[in-house]
T-cell receptor, first 110, second 116 residues
Framework: SQQGEEDPQALSIQEGENATMNCSYKTSINNLQWYRQNSGRGLVHLILIRSNEREKHSGRLRVTLDTSKKSSSLLITASRAADTASYFCATSGSNYQLIWGAGTKLIIKP | GAVVSQHPSWVICKSGTSVKIECRSLDFQATTMFWYRQFPKQSLMLMATSNEGSKATYEQGVEKDKFLINHASLTLSTLTVTSAHPEDSSFYIC????????????FGPGTRLTVL
């Protein structure tokens, strides 16, 4: 089942630039997670932010969460060609099921 | 971190045959596992929730008799696609919750099924 929207659907930027992706959801959540998926490959867990957190950092990744707006953003700084992938947000509620966004396809041009 | 494996990585089969996909938690006990399918350029769709020792809970629209799920141990869940047809061709991904009570799911690398 899909929770909501991710925007943009696709994004192409130059290597070295920052990339921002947004995710909106509809129901109350325990946490929100971001994943990366290279074409035809499995999912890589990037970062988890809990509902009582507003911002979290991991290396070049910065995630924000606004529960009042039911939205989250993923910022990738100083992008690299290897960051080219699809990025998904997923929310987790009380039943531990993950509800997925539609994904953003990120292309980093060298 | 916790590792989840899937076997096989990819499989090509003829229409009408059954295919079994295994999902294993290698270094932890997984009380709950999830099965997803993913069509090209689309997001993951939850098919079912598999709990060790009990029947799987299927999402609306997923045929129980078509997609048989068995979670017989704390480290293994299997998905059997019975009488596969070309429309069953997809990328199947499993995930597992660990025994630590944390919220993070660990994902297998996926199995690509192609039905001719």
């Amino acid at each position: 089942s899909q929770q909501g929207e991710e925007d943009p659907q696709a994004l192409s930027i130059q290597e070295g630039e920052n990339a921002t992706m947004n995710c909106s959801y509809k129901t109350s959540i325990n946490n929100l997670q971001w994943y990366r998926q290279n074409s035809g490959r499995g999912l890589v867990h990037l970062i988890l932010i809990r509902s009582n957190e507003r911002e979290k950092h991991s290396g070049r990744l910065r995630v924000t969460l606004d529960t009042s707006k039911k939205s989250s953003s993923l910022l990738i700084t100083a992008s690299r060609a290897a960051d080219t992938a699809s990025y998904f947000c997923a929310t987790s509620g009380s039943n531990y099921q993950l509800i997925w966004g539609a994904g953003t396809k990120l292309i980093i041009k060298p | 971190g916790a590792v989840v494996s899937q076997h096989p990585s990819w499989v090509i089969c003829k229409s009408g045959t059954s295919v079994k996909i295994e999902c294993r938690s290698l270094d932890f006990q997984a009380t709950t596992m999830f099965w997803y399918r993913q069509f090209p350029k689309q997001s993951l769709m939850l098919m079912a929730t598999s709990n060790e020792g009990s029947k799987a809970t299927y999402e609306q629209g997923v045929e129980k008799d078509k997609f048989l799920i068995n979670h017989a141990s704390l480290t293994l869940s299997t998905l059997t696609v019975t009488s596969a047809h070309p429309e069953d061709s997809s990328f199947y991904i499993c995930s597992a919750y660990g025994q630590w009570g944390d919220d993070e799911q660990f994902f297998g690398p996926g199995t690509r099924l192609t039905v001719l």
